[in-house]
């Protein structure tokens, strides 16, 4: 099997575990993909050895030995997914969206835009409406919200208490 192949059966594998709980997904990823990515290892380590390191292909495997415990994470975790295109996706908005946000006028106003962002996108992956996550949260802290039980004013948590606890 080339490594294509091996990376190809990887995805099919993920589509089949979509959906699944992450305990679900880490038992099969643990049966099925863990010994591919071993394989890939093996491939890498060999093929590493028989390129001159400064050639373009070099270069490419040392860049992707360098990321090689990165790339493994998902096999570690049943959360993580294999990679972050549906998360690229997301972002490509507001990377577009860009130019607009040049109104920060300061390194602190486009962290303020940033944050924002990052929290409207957030909340429509966890299908949640994010004037009324905004809202609610906001409204929370106004009230007082502890800092110690911040987690509860995540997006994911929003859904599941109906709003933020005050």
């Known amino acids: 099997m080339t490594d294509l192949e091996r990376i190809g059966e990887l995805y099919r594998i993920e589509a089949e575990l979509h959906g699944l709980d ?4 880490l038992a ?10 071993a394989d890939m290892q093996i491939w890498l380590s060999h093929h590493r050895a028989l390129v001159a390191t400064k050639s373009s292909l070099g270069e490419a495997l040392a860049y992707i030995a360098k990321y090689w ?12 997914e294999i990679d972050n295109n549906s998360i690229e996706r997301t972002i490509r908005p507001i990377a577009f969206n860009r130019k607009n946000a040049l109104f920060a006028g300061h390194d602190a106003g486009a962290e303020n835009w940033a944050t924002l962002a990052s929290l409207v996108e957030t909340c429509k992956l ?3 409406d994010p004037q009324a996550y ?5 409204t929370a802290i106004v009230k007082g919200h502890k800092r110690s039980r911040v987690d509860e004013l995540l997006p994911w948590n929003f859904q599941k208490a109906a709003g933020p606890a005050a």
């Open 28 to 37: 099969v990823r643990r049966e099925r993909s863990t010994p591919l990515v």
């Open 134 to 138: 905004l809202t609610a949260t906001l």
């Open 69 to 80: 415990d990165g790339l493994q994470l998902f096999l570690a975790d049943g959360c993580i």
């Open 126 to 128: 966890n299908a949640v």
């Open 22 to 25: 992450p305990q679900a997904r």
